[in-house]
């Protein structure tokens, strides 16, 4: 077993061999400086990186902070560069007050860290100990075990009760108040180089919503042009999904969350596609609808809705403007169609960092009735306007978009119209 030596804090550049890696500084705002790990693999260039932190710190001291604790991959991500699907297992990102990120890794993983995070400092937990008391015995060593105010993910999946008990019980003399905000209101604006890898993930969408409309024709299943989607998607460069492509053929279009299906298009039928692509962890999304044969009217007044609820946010949404205000003119169309009581969902969420169980950041800010922040440029979203009508159709079209400086702009190079294919 490791000894309690085995925690301390160590750089990975003196425990890393076979890796050509540079080792630079950058000075920040607050006039510290901030060691990073540099080398072609990285997906954000270090001032882009050094941005996130800048941001992270100044919330921070606008909030008294002596560190926060980053504990859901999203921020994980956000904060270091770092990915891994293993966040199953304990990740924490010690974040100090005008200091270096010191990352708390499971031991099993840690090699991840020099491929794809620049922070240089690192903390091992092995499997057989207890994470919180790794992460109290981390406090300490940067002293911050006695009179700080540690902030935490209170509103996260994964900063849990136990992680919360140890830290008061063992480093009582600290104040833990809710931080998921700050962590939150960082992700939500994005710089032009997180925007950029949106716009490859959006083209790969594009790319695998063509194949699936290729494939739309009567007597083929909605598994088989599942299976199509999927191929395009990976064999085009993109990583696994927050979730699964939703893919489904005539009356399963109505299920939501749903994907593929054993039964067949029939000759005048309906296929629903809501796909997503992720690089880097950044995620687009889209969702399309197209029909075969002679649709039914309904149907087709459905597909008009829901296109012009999306067009009356499109001309909505600009600074300024409330995620209220962009919910409501785009609910006025469904209801004035006669579909507003299947069109249940908020208008978007925003999108960016994703992994399971979702592709969406919905918790960061949603496009919905009652909330009132005011968008701002760089806010990205995904807008997927829906119908709902048990066993009988699920109809939507949506889009990625990201706020510009005068309203705002498609990430999708695919038309939004009404495609019937004969």
């Not at 077993?1 to 540079?22: C, G, K, N, P, Y």
């Not at 901030?34 to 919330?59: C, G, K, N, T, W």
């Not at 940067?142 to 830290?167: N, P, W």
């Not at 889009?399 to 005068?406: D, F, K, L, N, R």
Request: hydrophobic share 35%.
């Amino acid at each position: 077993m490791a000894l309690d030596s085995d925690r301390e804090i160590f750089d990975v550049a003196d425990h890393t061999e076979h890796v050509t890696f540079q080792k630079t500084t950058r000075r920040t705002v607050s006039g510290y400086e901030l060691p990073m790990i540099l080398h072609d693999r990285l997906a954000f260039s270090p001032e882009e990186f050094v941005r996130r932190y800048e941001v992270i710190q100044a919330a921070m001291e606008e909030r008294g902070l002596d560190a926060v604790l980053a504990r859901g991959p999203e921020n994980i991500t956000y904060c270091s560069g770092y990915e891994t699907p293993g966040y199953y297992k304990y990740h924490c990102v010690v974040v100090p007050k005008d200091g270096e990120p010191v990352f708390l890794v499971r031991d099993f993983e840690w090699i991840n860290s020099p491929e794809f995070a620049w922070s240089t400092k690192i903390a091992k937990v092995y499997d057989w100990d207890h994470p919180p008391s790794v992460l109290v015995n981390v406090l300490r060593q940067l002293g911050l075990d006695d009179g700080k105010r540690i902030g935490v993910e209170k509103q996260g999946f994964f900063y849990t009760v136990d992680e919360h008990e140890t830290l008061v019980n063992e480093l009582p003399g600290n104040t833990y108040v809710d931080a998921t905000q700050v962590l939150w209101d960082a992700r939500m604006i994005k710089s032009d180089e997180e925007v950029a890898v949106m716009r490859k993930s959006a083209a790969l969408v594009d790319k695998a919503m063509l194949a699936g409309w290729e494939a739309t024709v009567p007597g083929t299943s909605a598994d088989e042009i599942n299976g199509i989607v999927n191929k395009v998607l990976l064999e085009n460069g993109g990583e696994y999904m927050g979730l699964p492509p939703f893919v489904l053929a005539g009356e399963r279009s109505c299920l939501p969350h749903q994907t593929g299906g054993a039964n067949r298009l029939k000759a005048d039928d309906l296929m629903y596609f809501e796909i997503s692509a992720s690089q880097n962890r950044y995620t687009a999304a889209l969702m399309r609808t197209i029909f075969l044969g002679q649709p039914r009217d309904e149907w087709v007044r459905a597909a008009e809705a829901v296109i012009g609820a999306v067009d009356a946010a499109l001309e909505t949404i600009k600074p300024g403007v409330t995620p209220h205000e962009a919910d409501t003119a785009a609910r006025a169309v469904t209801q004035k169609a006669g579909f507003g009581d299947y069109h249940r969902n908020r208008l978007g969420y925003s999108i960016g960092i994703s992994y399971p169980p979702d592709w969406g950041e919905g918790e960061v800010i949603s496009l919905r009735q009652d909330e009132h922040r005011e968008l701002k440029p760089g806010m990205t979203f995904h807008m997927p306007p829906l119908c709902l009508k048990y066993r009988e159709y699920g109809i939507g079209f949506s889009e990625s978009i990201v706020v510009t400086e005068t309203g705002c702009e498609r990430l999708s190079g695919l038309s939004r119209e009404v495609v019937i294919k004969g």
